[in-house]
T-cell receptor, first 115, second 114 residues
Framework: QKEVEQNSGPLSVPEGAIASLNCTYS??????FFWYRQYSGKSPELIMS????GDKEDGRFTAQLNKASQYVSLLIRDSQPSDSATYLC???????????????FGQGTILTVHP | DAGVTQSPTHLIKTRGQQVTLRCSPK?????VSWYQQALGQGPQFIFQ???????QRGNFPDRFSGHQFPNYSSELNVNALLLGDSALYLC?????????????FGPGTRLLVL
């Protein structure tokens, strides 16, 4: 099992639809979770962080965390063509000690929003 | 307020050569982490510098080394370059006093090894 695994893509949704991106992680003690957006040829941009079970909303983005199931998701409402990018899930995995911010990334999910 | 900056933006080297990449963290950030991102993959953690010392290291060989300066800027050095070292090298910085996991990336240096 990969340490951080994202749903296989690519994912294609029509403009205005909800895009759902999923991520599972292996370390039960992880406490913080991040979603990054990466446009083609650019560097990752932090768009959401979540630390507690439940939902966290920021504009059109909602992150959902379920620590018991070791599952974190990102919902993008009213998807726009400008949301087309690779979305990366990142988790600081602790291997017997503090992670000191060693982020482990999933392989990314490519999202395409078509008009 | 400038974000994380990296130089150079692009670099072409040949096998066996050595390369140095540079990073300046965002103002107010004192921790710098380096990642390697191969095409089509997520970033892979190389190491992290805090208080001028390597605090944590990923699964990378000793050919990869680094340094942090008193002004918090950092360098990544790669010796004896291999074709497989071709990748986007990303620097990320973390704010002082904040969870170290909250990291902001620079634009990256794209390295091509021929």
């Amino acid at each position: 099992q990969k340490e951080v695994e994202q749903n296989s893509g690519p994912l294609s949704v029509p403009e205005g639809a909800i895009a759902s991106l999923n991520c599972t992680y292996s370390d039960r003690v992880s406490q913080s979770f991040f979603w990054y957006r990466q446009y083609s040829g650019k560097s990752p941009e932090l768009i959401m962080s979540i630390y507690s079970n439940g939902d966290k909303e920021d504009g059109r983005f909602t992150a959902q965390l379920n620590k018991a199931s070791q599952y974190v998701s990102l919902l993008i409402r009213d998807s726009q063509p400008s949301d087309s990018a690779t979305y990366l899930c990142a988790v600081p995995l602790n291997a017997g000690g503090t992670s000191y911010g060693k982020l482990t990334f999933g392989q990314g999910t490519i999202l395409t929003v078509h008009p | 307020d400038a974000g994380v900056t990296q130089s150079p933006t692009h670099l072409i080297k040949t096998r066996g050569q050595q390369v140095t990449l540079r990073c300046s963290p965002k103002s107010g950030h004192d921790t710098v982490s380096w990642y390697q991102q191969a095409l089509g993959q997520g970033p892979q953690f190389i190491f992290q510098y805090y208080e001028e010392e390597e605090r944590q290291r990923g699964n990378f060989p000793d050919r990869f080394s680094g340094h942090q300066f008193p002004n918090y800027s950092s360098e990544l050095n790669v010796n004896a370059l291999l074709l497989g070292d071709s990748a986007l090298y990303l620097c990320a910085s973390s704010p002082s006093g904040a969870p170290q996991e909250t990291q902001y990336f620079g634009p990256g240096t794209r390295l091509l090894v021929l």
